[in-house]
């Protein structure tokens, strides 16, 4: 049986930290995205995990961080790690935020074990979420997949995501503008690690 992504990271805690260490596509477009905030914005992570790298970084260059995770391990484990942001244990697929009251909406590697319809429609309540100018940042797996069974670091999950241009046609269906984009063959010096394609795409709401 398979299990849930609560089930995974709650079990996994900091060891995901020490499977994919060295991230360089996600360090870059975090990179990007601070070069292009104003003071003090307000930012939602969704799937903060253990608060590092995203909400740390983010945090620390002094912008209003709140994470949001499925695992009650994570978030014990981000706050204690990033005490500068916020971090409330929340199912993706149902939270809710005021519609245009975010500066950014990031989103590494949290959509994974949803179903595509999942995914689409977490996209498309992120758009809303954002401000005129506001950001949207995703960091996943780029993958022709729909709910495909396989081994994550020992635990069996059932995993969904798309090619990198289906995604771009979603964020672009949902009223944003593709504004960076990066591909990256990732390799993890984790022995229970496979090379993965990483995608990265930040999409802007038009001002």
Do not use: N
Request: hydrophobic share 45%.
């Amino acid at each position: 049986m398979t299990e849930t992504a609560a089930e995974v990271y709650d079990a996994l805690g900091k060891d995901y930290e020490t499977a994919f260490p060295d991230q360089a596509g996600q360090k870059a477009v975090l990179e990007w995205l601070l070069g292009r905030l104003s003071p003090g914005a307000t930012v939602v992570d969704l799937g903060s995990g253990t608060g590092r790298p995203v909400a740390e970084t983010l945090a620390a260059a002094g912008h209003d961080v709140t994470g949001y995770d499925v695992s009650a391990e994570m978030i014990e484990i981000a706050r204690a790690q990033v005490p500068a942001a916020r971090f409330e244990q929340a199912d993706l697929r149902t939270l809710t935020q005021p519609p245009g009251s975010r500066d950014v909406v990031t989103a590494f590697f949290s959509l994974l074990q949803m179903s595509r319809a999942e995914i689409d429609a977490v996209l498309a309540k992120a758009a809303t979420w954002l401000v005129p100018g506001g950001c949207f940042v995703l960091g996943t797996v780029a993958a022709d997949a729909d709910e495909v069974e396989f081994s994550f670091l020992g635990h069996p999950i059932r995993a969904s995501s798309y090619p990198p241009e289906t995604f771009v046609a979603r964020l672009e269906g949902a009223g944003l503008e593709i504004v960076y984009r990066e591909l990256v063959r990732y390799e993890s010096s984790h022995p229970g690690v496979r090379p993965e394609e990483q995608l990265y795409l930040a999409a802007r709401k038009p001002a």
